[in-house]
């Protein structure tokens, strides 16, 4: 395979995948053999874990499955999709990078900004094609808001507030090893990279200074842990694990944040904000986005919810003034966003061009998180977030050209 590969035209791509866990799920959309178009098929799996490769031979009877990944990189496959753990997407992703093999690397890009920039370097140095899978920029309910702001509804953005509320936070996040903080920095970072990326690309600009404040308010006090590393976080889930204080089997470290909250000065003057709490009754986030003519808020973030706009003056609480009902993507994961996610990858790995996902967005996110992480778990003191070199952000907002 070559380190910048051309138009495969209608010949059928070769993927590779490598860590079958959660986000494994993907291959569904990367494996389409019989698209008429662009045929895909994954042919080669590598995980280090018993289980890992279990799942995959069942899930890929005809894949071969292994747990070198170098013998998955010289296999011969076209592009890769790195679906490990965190702390493991930068070693995998750089050797993928160098074997010249298109990677798509599950966000966050990496859990330190040191990592994040060596890998936009390797990019540009090989030519291989970097793709983050930043699934939000998919999403039905982001993209409209996108297109009421970029329209100029409401004027231009000044400031942005994002609420999240993590309802399945003790089971998603404190079982395994999201709540080591070796493997995934923190929970503002490894959670918060998706929103931190939405705010910026709703405000059109990137962090510049950031401050935080959280704490492991809930899950630090809870003693019964578990060993659910050879687990499935479908295995321990339940809506019935409730309240958060009574939640058992806890991962064997627990030394992230379950509330954060975190302030940001864009570049481009805009205000925003980001809160994180992960044992509220509800699993949502909101967004409110106010512009000099107006504001925007989504109320619920799945097909059938709603986005409500402001644009007229009123006197106290009033009634929106217009409802858009956010639409539904053509099915699968997080509300169609996989699918459109997987077919823009698949498109780029095969003939390259802009995207509506960013490497140098990835390691914004990476950056505030990372930045912000540093704040809270220190005096909470406004913070620079540093720079990227003017080469290579201009290198790949050519669509990694030059």
């Keep these: 395979m070559s380190q910048q590969a051309t138009s495969v035209g209608t010949r059928e791509l070769s993927i590779g995948l490598v860590g079958f866990g959660m986000r494994a799920g993907l291959w569904r959309y990367a494996h389409r053999p019989d698209d008429p178009t662009l045929p895909s098929r994954v042919t080669i799996v590598c995980d280090v874990g018993e289980r890992g490769r279990a799942d995959a031979r069942k899930a890929l009877p005809e894949a071969e499955i292994t747990d070198d990944l170098d013998r998955l990189l010289a296999s011969g496959i076209d592009a890769v999709l790195v679906t490990?753990?965190?702390?493991?997407?930068?070693?995998?992703?750089l050797k993928a990078l160098q074997a010249g093999v298109a990677v798509f690397c599950e966000k966050p890009l990496a859990i330190t900004i040191e990592d994040c920039d060596s890998l936009l370097q390797t990019a540009m140095q090989t030519g291989t094609r970097l793709y983050v899978g930043h699934n939000m920029r998919h999403m039905p309910m982001v993209r409209q808001m996108r297109e009421l702001i970029t329209s100029g509804r409401i004027g231009e953005v000044k400031a942005?507030?994002?609420?999240?509320?993590?309802?399945?936070?003790?089971?998603?996040?404190?079982?395994?090893?999201?709540?080591?903080?070796?493997?995934?920095?923190?929970?503002?970072?490894?959670?918060?990279?998706?929103?931190?990326?939405?705010?910026?690309?709703?405000?059109?600009?990137?962090?510049?200074?950031?401050?935080?404040?959280?704490?492991?308010?809930?899950?630090?006090?809870?003693?019964?842990r578990a060993d659910h590393s050879e687990e499935r976080m479908p295995e321990w889930y339940s809506l019935d694990n409730w309240p958060p204080t009574e939640l058992t089997g806890l991962n064997e470290v627990v030394d992230v944040e379950d509330v954060s909250m975190m302030q940001m000065r864009l570049d481009n003057g805009v205000l925003a904000?980001?809160?994180?709490?992960?044992?509220?009754?509800?699993?949502?986030?909101?967004?409110?986005?106010?512009?000099?003519?107006?504001?925007?808020?989504?109320?619920?973030d799945g097909p059938g919810d709603k986005i409500v706009i402001w644009d007229r003056r009123h006197d106290g609480s009033a009634e929106p003034d217009e409802t858009v009902i956010i639409g539904a993507a053509d099915g699968g994961s997080h509300g169609g966003a996989d699918p459109r996610l997987m077919e823009e990858f698949l498109r780029f790995a095969a003939d390259g061009g802009i995207t509506d996902t960013s490497p140098v967005a990835a390691r914004q996110a990476v950056a505030a998180g990372v930045i912000a992480t540093q704040s809270l778990r220190s005096d909470s003191s406004a913070r620079r977030v540093p720079p990227l070199p003017q080469e290579l952000i201009d290198y790949f907002e050519n669509g990694q050209s030059r």
């Design 84 to 93: 490990t753990p965190d702390d493991q997407h930068f070693p995998v992703a």
């Design 160 to 224: 942005i507030w994002c609420r999240h509320f993590v309802g399945n936070g003790g089971d998603f996040y404190f079982k395994d090893w999201h709540a080591d903080r070796s493997r995934s920095t923190g929970l503002l970072l490894q959670k918060g990279a998706h929103d931190l990326d939405v705010i910026h690309w709703l405000a059109g600009g990137y962090s510049e200074t950031v401050t935080a404040m959280g704490d492991l308010m809930v899950y630090g006090n809870i003693a019964d």
């Design 273 to 300: 904000s980001y809160e994180q709490c992960h044992f509220t009754p509800d699993y949502w986030r909101n967004y409110t986005v106010i512009g000099t003519r107006g504001r925007i808020e989504n109320l619920g």
